[in-house]
């Protein structure tokens, strides 16, 4: 006897990945603590320098810095193509679109891994060692 079961297609290759964006805390949900409420990508893609349509990413990354030239704060949940660090999580000073930032950086390999509460702390700590120098 034969039988034949149904296939299941899996985007293995592709992670999901929180997505939001927070100027100022301008999206609350967005800020941490975290709503459940932000939106996923799932199957989370992205553009590629000189290539058409979107490529399946590869990690999912949270920004959360304070813009030097004027304090403004900023907060990005993403997917992403590329390692935004050589390490899971980079603190300090970081330049985003030719503006200089002081914050965290962090990158991951997991499905909705872009939530981490740790990185408050981190960003606490790097934030009072940049202003307890100067």
């Known amino acids: 006897m034969f039988s ?18 927070s100027i100022n805390g301008s999206d609350p949900k967005c800020e941490d603590p975290m709503s459940a409420s932000v939106p996923l990508d799932r199957p989370c893609r992205q553009s590629v ?8 990413a590869y990690y999912c990354s ?4 304070v813009r ?18 050589d390490i ?6 970081f330049s985003l679109d030719e503006e ?3 914050g965290c950086i962090a990158t991951c390999t997991r499905d909705w891994c872009n939530t ?10 790097c934030f009072l060692g940049n202003n307890l120098k100067e």
């Open 4 to 21: 034949v079961s149904p296939l299941v297609v899996l985007d293995c290759e592709a992670i999901a990945c929180y997505s939001c964006v």
């Open 49 to 56: 320098a000189g290539h058409e349509g979107l490529f399946y």
């Open 62 to 65: 949270k920004i959360k810095g």
């Open 68 to 85: 030097q030239s004027d304090g403004r704060s900023l907060l990005i949940r993403h997917c992403s193509m590329d390692k935004l660090a």
């Open 88 to 93: 899971p999580t980079h603190c300090g000073q």
């Open 100 to 102: 200089l930032y002081s």
């Open 116 to 125: 981490s509460p740790m990185l408050d702390h981190l960003f606490l700590l």
